[in-house]
Each structure stands twice: as structure tokens, then as C-alpha cells.
């Protein structure tokens, strides 16, 4: 039977007791850890290996397996000695960092989490007085380039991390990070198969700039973006971003980064904020072709705050922006380009432009905020969109953590949304939404009195699914928080993009 194989990028410091001394490489502080939680999308009962690869070292994998029924999902937590219906690895992990390989009989997909707080039920893991965390989003295809538009070095005092994995085999890559203000800087080396590196803005030729960095992302010298090639191997990647010299960390923002099939003349971003309860996005559309590349932004409301006058389905656009070639732009309140839209209000966007050669990231912030709570996702490609998604992780007051599901219609129809949810050893339970207009998004609230979820239980890890019917498309963003609980009301929010199935 052909094996599906989920390369799932894993930027790992583990700690095995509080007082650990912690190899965290680039990472602020100490106390980091990682979790990955797998879903079975198959049709059958998945029988899943789990190999998990010290970063660049000659030490064998310490490896797991355990099996999956059809639409649930299992939680690795490194280090987490198997506590609380978790998987661990054996023989067990030493501090470091490194990446994991996941493989099925049956369609898997995967998210992994990079953070530092404490848990009650892992008394060995994380730090006190750290509240990062964030989700990154597993990949299932390898590529010979990678692309994510946004490295910072100190920019606000916010700095950028990669760390890049060998899919199976080794891989020489060259990476080449492009400033805003016309810089050049490089870096070349070669990875371990299914190893992983880190990429820091530091060690660079020349170091990219971390001063003197002025106020506009647009043009600064610590602002920019960052391609890969590999010359020999297949390589995946993800993103890491944190607060500058801040122990315990209090953030952390991680993606996954694009490969060089994934840039699109259309894109979708299913959740821009205007000061929505607090929070603020931040749009960044980078141009990965060597040409100028003019694009037209579409922002659908889809929720408003009590006292805000607009309405559910009003539009706002942000027409003619130039972005030039292999750069990047920011749309925000900020930079006054997201079309008038008013603060208060939650939207969805749609970014047109004539090549298919755009890829786009979501910052969210709530900037005035204390402690500041920060996330990322991003958006999709109109090729990868689908009328199947998955969700592995879903939260209803799970120690104080709620999760939301926004799932965006990006077809060219009105469709329903039917979301199957897979809660623990329960029944699943299924959720049906009324029309949703093309462009608009319905929000799969985890919190008390959302609407429809009042047969989703509570205080379960559930897996979703979420279909429309045969010719629609549909895209996903899950976000978590414990801001309104009372267990870990100051930890960071966490995003993760859902995974696009084959159609029906």
C-alpha cells in the first residue's frame, strides 16, 4: 500500500525540568518545547510512525506509533513522557532542536506548536512567567524553493528565525534575503536528510541591518523577505518570530512557508481585523516574480462589534497597488490601505493580480494591548482551494482555551457549510451553517452561546472537517486563546491555516 508522507517541520527545545539549561539556539530565553497533533483523514483506521531527527547530528531518530480512528487526532508532546492521552517519542529526546517525519497508511495531516509556558499535566516543560506559543502548519509536499515575505531583524523590536528541513534526502540550499531599502544578503550551506537548520538574519553575508531601522516597513533595511533554493534535495520551512531579547518570551508568530508551486494571481486572507475585540492585521503581499506586479484588494465584513454602523456584507477596496518585483506590501490601518474600512469590523480579503506570482502573510496584534498577544497565518492560493478542509485541533474550554474555526467561501456561489466534529472518545457532531455569499466567511465559535455549536461538547481536544457541496470552495484559519479563561489568561494567541482535502 502506498504510504502518505507528512513532512512536518518541528522547531523543537525541549525541556526536561524547570531548571534545564535549555540549547534553544536563536530562540529568546529558555523553557521552549514542541507539540505536533495528527489527524486521520483517511477513510479507515490510520496506523501512524512518528520519527523525530535531532537538528544536523549523526544520532538516530527516536521514533513512535500509534494507530488513529477516521477523523480523530493524537497529540506528540516532545518530552511529554505520554501524560494526559498524549504520544511521546523513545528513546527520549536531549534539549536541542530538530524536525519529524510522520507517515500513514492513510491521509494524515499535521500541525506542530513552538512555546514556553507551563502546563499542570507536563510538569517538565516550559518556563515560568512564559506565555509564547503558536501553531505552524505541517507540509505535506516538499519543493526545491521556498518563499515567506516577511523577515524582520529588530524591526520594532520583532525579529525572524527560519528553520528549514531535507525532505528524505540531503539538500545544498542558497538563501538570499532581500531588504526593503535594496539590500542583498546571503547564505549558503548544506542540510542533513530530514534535519533541519536554523536561518538567522545575523549570520548572513552581509548581516542584514538591525539598526537605524526607521518606521516604514516598506523601505526599511530590517524589513524584507526571504527565498531558498536547493540545488540538490527537497526542502520545507517555517518561520519564527519573537520579541527581541525578551526572557520568558510573552510571543511567538510561526507559519509555514511556501513552496514555489504555491503562488497564485489569487489569493484569499479569511481574517483582517480593524480593531475587532482589540486585535489589528497586518497584509503582507509579496511579488515573487521578477516584474512589477499591480494587484486589487476586496474586503468583505462579516462581523461587527455592537455600536459599529456597517453592515454584515459591506465591501471596501484597495485598487491599483503596485508591488514590485521579488518585493513586498504592507496593508494595514496603519499604512491607511485597507480600503476605509472602519475600526470595529471583521472581514475577509481577496487579492487579485494579473501573474501568478502572489503569496501572502496575516499578522495580528493587539498593539495597545496588556501583555501584546500576537499571531500569524497565511493565506491561500484560489488553486488549493477545495469544497473539504481539515482542522485538527479544536478547543471548548480545554484548560482555559477556546478555539474559533473561520472557514471563508471563496467559490463563486452561495453555499452551506456542514463542520463534523471529532471530540475525544464522543460521538462526532455535526454542525450546519445557512447560505454563506462568495467572499464572506462563517466563524466556528468555541466559545458559550456561539451560534449552532451548542451540541459540540466542551473541555475535549476535538479534529474538524467542514465540507460544501460538489463545486464549491472553501478555505480555513483556526485560532486559539485563553484570554477569556481564568487557567492561562495571559498565554499568546495561536493560528494555524486548516489543510485544503481533495474535492468529492
Known sequence: MRRSLLLCLLSMAIVLSVSSVVHAQPLPGT??????????????????????????????????????????SKVFVAGGNNASG???????????????????????????????????????????????????????????????????????????????????????????????????????????????VFLVPNDFTPPMASGSCGSNANTSPCFGSLSITSSSGSIVGAYIEFQTAQPPAQLVLAASMFANTEADNKIYCPVIKNEFVGRTTGMTIANTSNVTVTVNVTYTVYQVMPGVNVNVGSTY????????????????????????????????????GSTNSLVGVVNESNFSGTPVRATAYTCFGEDSATNRLAAPLFKRNVAGVTSALVVQNVGANNVTMTATFKCGTSSPVTVTTGSIAPGSSFNFSGFRGAPLMDDVPFNQNCAVTVTVPSGGKIVGIAQETAQFGTVQPNLNTKNYEAFNLPNT
Do not use: C
Not at 539538500?171 to 532581500?178: G, N, Q, S
Not at 491599483?320 to 469590523?345: C, D, E, L, Q
Open 317 to 352: 477596496t484597495e485598487s491599483g497597488v503596485t508591488i514590485p518585483a521579488n518585493g513586498s506590501v504592507v496593508f494595514s490601518r496603519f499604512n491607511s490601505n485597507i480600503g476605509g474600512m472602519p475600526p470595529g469590523t471583521l472581514a475577509a480579503a481577496v487579492v487579485e
Open 86 to 196: 498524549t504520544v511521546d517519542v523513545s528513546p527520549p529526546l536531549a534539549s536541542g532542536s530538530g524536525s519529524a517525519v510522520i507517515s500513514s497508511d492513510q491521509p494524515v495531516v499535521a500541525i506542530g506548536s513552538i512555546q514556553n509556558n507551563q502546563l499542570s499535566a507536563f510538569p517538565g516543560l516550559g518556563v515560568s512567567g512564559g506565555n509564547a506559543a503558536e501553531f505552524f502548519r505541517g507540509a505535506s509536499q516538499a519543493g526545491t524553493s521556498l518563499f515567506y515575505p516577511v523577515v524582520k531583524n529588530n524591526f520594532f523590536n520583532r525579529t525572524t528565525v527560519f528553520s528549514i528541513q531535507a525532505a528524505g534526502s540531503d539538500a545544498k540550499i542558497t538563501a538570499t534575503i532581500r531588504a526593503n531599502n535594496g539590500s542583498i544578503h546571503t547564505k549558503t550551506l548544506t542540510i542533513q536528510a530530514n534535519r533541519s
Open 31 to 72: 523553557g521552549w518545547y514542541s507539540t505536533a497533533t495528527i489527524q486521520n483523514v483517511g477513510s479507515a483506521t490510520a496506523n501512524v510512525n512518528l520519527a523525530v531527527y535531532p537538528q544536523q547530528s549523526t544520532s538516530s531518530a527516536s521514533t513512535a506509533s500509534f494507530t488513529l480512528d477516521v477523523g480523530a
